[in-house]
């Protein structure tokens, strides 16, 4: 579960930051 929980984490970490770059480059 716990891995689960830092799998899940991590895939919102890595979309933030794509979404935050993609704002950026777009900006």
């Given at each position: 579960v716990?891995?689960?929980?830092?799998?899940?984490?991590?895939?919102?970490?890595t979309e933030f930051r794509v979404n935050l770059k993609?704002?950026?480059e777009v900006e």
């Amino acid at each position: 579960v716990q891995d689960q929980s830092a799998i899940v984490k991590d895939n919102e970490v890595t979309e933030f930051r794509v979404n935050l770059k993609i704002t950026f480059e777009v900006e």
